[in-house]
């Protein structure tokens, strides 16, 4: 545990606890409206960002972040106003934006090896300016997804409805392309611009194998994406590998273990499928061999009908009558 001691290891698990709470936050709501790539078309729009901050000799991260803002709001106005459609807006932030960038780095004399630190991540070497930033854009992140979560859930799962009910549809549609814009950005340092999406998307889908419930989905994959950010940080120093990928590779590994969970979850949860009253009984069809006893604590659910007691088996009503069991 002496790497705790250190504090590049001490400022790369703050951040790898950031990124892991507000990438999937705000991918919750991405799944929900059916924009799970739309972390990847950000991605490579913040690498027009980087680019520029090479070419002005500024900061990368805080440039980033504004062109990356304002293109998700530009893009997000027009797949409203209805001058292009989603596919077409996420192609253009792909194109556009990776393109875009690679042409500035080049300009600034810079190379593809320099932006591999944005387009991969680079925890490891965040420095204590970067964090403050990351923290504070983070803090905000959660702060409006969780704070506005039955507004921003409205808007997500029913345009319509939300507009019947007196919502600001088009100011919320900003806000959510606006803060994923983003935790893009803030996680380019972390996971990397290329490997973030995944981030906002595989923990979500892991919690919906988990649970049900729009918010029990978010806290779950927030506290999903925190083990795989802070396990794959500390995996990647104790095994010298990029940490980016291996938090990915983590919150895959999740998503994989998660199917069988949910198969027995489902199992242990299905519903008693029983016959009404009203529903007529067959005429007197036997159970084939059935050398279970029903009676009072046999394990099988007891209901009362027409005098007698039926016991729900196989989801049926099994019924006794002159030494074996009828079947309703």
Do not use: K
Request: hydrophobic share 50%.
């Amino acid at each position: 545990m002496e790497w705790l001691a250190l504090e590049f290891m001490q400022r790369a698990l703050l951040a790898a606890l950031i990124t892991g709470l507000t990438a999937p936050a705000i991918g919750t709501y991405l799944v929900q409206r059916r924009l799970s790539l739309l972390g990847d078309g950000l991605g490579h729009l913040a690498v027009a960002g980087v680019g520029l901050a090479f070419l002005t000799g500024t900061a990368p991260l805080p440039l980033a972040v504004l062109v990356c803002v304002v293109g998700a709001i530009a893009i997000e106005l027009l797949r409203e106003l209805g001058r292009t459609s989603g596919d077409v807006g996420l192609a253009i932030l792909f194109y556009g934006g990776l393109s875009g960038g690679l042409l500035l780095a080049s300009l600034a004399g810079q190379g593809t090896g320099t932006l591999s630190a944005f387009l991969f991540g680079s925890l490891l070497t965040i420095n204590a300016a970067e964090l403050w930033i990351i923290g504070g854009l983070g803090a905000v992140v959660l702060l409006v997804c969780l704070g506005l979560l039955p507004q921003l859930f409205a808007v997500s799962a029913d345009e319509p409805f939300a507009r019947t009910i007196g919502l600001p549809v088009r100011v919320y549609n900003v806000l959510v392309v606006a803060l994923a814009a983003v935790t893009v950005t803030v996680s380019m340092r972390t996971v990397g611009l290329l490997l973030v999406s995944a981030l906002m998307v595989v923990p979500v889908a892991t919690a919906n194998h988990l649970v049900i419930g729009f918010r029990r989905s978010m806290l779950t994959a927030m506290g999903l994406g925190v083990i795989a950010a802070v396990s794959g940080t500390i995996g990647s120093y104790q095994f010298d590998t990029a940490p980016g990928a291996l938090i990915v590779v983590i919150a895959i590994g999740l998503f994989a273990l998660s199917w069988p969970v949910s198969l027995l979850l489902a199992r242990r949860h299905a519903p008693v499928v029983e016959l009404t009253d009203d529903q007529p009984p067959r005429s007197h069809e036997m159970t084939e061999e059935h050398p279970h006893v029903h009676s009072e604590g046999c394990g099988h659910r007891a209901v009362p009908h027409g005098g007698h007691v039926d016991y729900i088996h196989d989801g049926h009503r099994h019924a006794a009558h002159e030494g074996h069991y009828d079947e309703h």
